[in-house]
């Protein structure tokens, strides 16, 4: 019976020993639990507590006002020494006034020489020489005017002879072609005038220089720099010009040429048409 209570008291106590520890142990798990719950909250709280930063507004993006074309070619003339840049102005201006006139006046010049040609040459072959002459009068360009002297002999009783007519068709030839090339002589004056200038200024924006150095006894760049700004923006100013005239200028000899090979194919076309002809003395 001693045994029997004694077995009994061990398991109790074993058991009671046993419930002590886990109970020890949720009660540390609970702390630890309780623990990060407050710690939790008051990071929460401190959050919520704590200002928002307050966002600071954009710098305003400022957008930088480019000049336009024509102030700033007016500056840089001003800074290039308006004495100089009105000379190289001058140039362009001019320059461009002939290339203009000559432009009108070859485009004016050129017409459908194979179509006159052929309209020409029908009437010859009718007799209409009359008529002939008229539509050379109407026609406008050194093609007619070569083909109205050629039918004013061919209607003639004694210039009609084929020597006679190849004459008068070269020689008017000529006269034409001297219209045309009329002017461009001007423009060519103007070509090589334009960077002289330029140079011209550069020279003395040389000069300047070498005076500002001789003044203040110094080789600094601030010294120097007005007088290489002179010199440097009229070189490239009167290169621009003769840039500009230089391409005019390609464009109405191309024209020239162009009308030059029309002149020479109706004078060939011409003597044809005159020898065919009843009026000719062949």
Known sequence: MKKLFAIVAMVA?????????????EEASA?????????????????????????????????????????????????????????????????????????????????????????????????????AIQKCKNTRGPVAQISLKAMNCLNSNDQNDIATIERTINMEAEVQGSYLEENCSWITLFIAMAPSLGFLGTVIGMVMAFDDIQRAGDISPTVVAGGMKVALITTIFGIVVALILQVFY???????????????????????????????KK
């Open 13 to 25: 106590a074993c058991s009671f020993g046993a419930t002590s520890t886990v109970m020890a142990q």
């Open 31 to 131: 702390t630890d639990t309780t623990t990060l719950v407050a710690d939790s909250a008051a990071v929460d709280s401190a959050a919520v507590e704590e200002p928002a930063a307050v966002e600071e507004p954009a710098a305003p993006v400022v957008e930088e006002q480019t000049e336009s074309l024509h102030k700033a070619l007016k500056t840089k003339f001003i800074e290039g020494d308006a004495g100089f840049m009105s000379l190289v102005a001058i140039a362009l201006v001019l320059g461009l006034a002939f290339c203009i006139e000559r432009v009108i006046y070859l485009s004016l010049a050129q017409v459908n020489t194979r179509k006159f040609a052929a309209e020409l040459a029908s009437l010859v072959a009718a007799g209409k020489i009359a008529d």
């Open 250 to 280: 390609n464009y109405i000899l191309s024209k020239v040429e162009a009308l030059t090979s029309n002149m020479e194919e109706a004078a060939q076309e011409l003597l044809v048409m005159c020898v065919k002809s009843d009026k000719c």
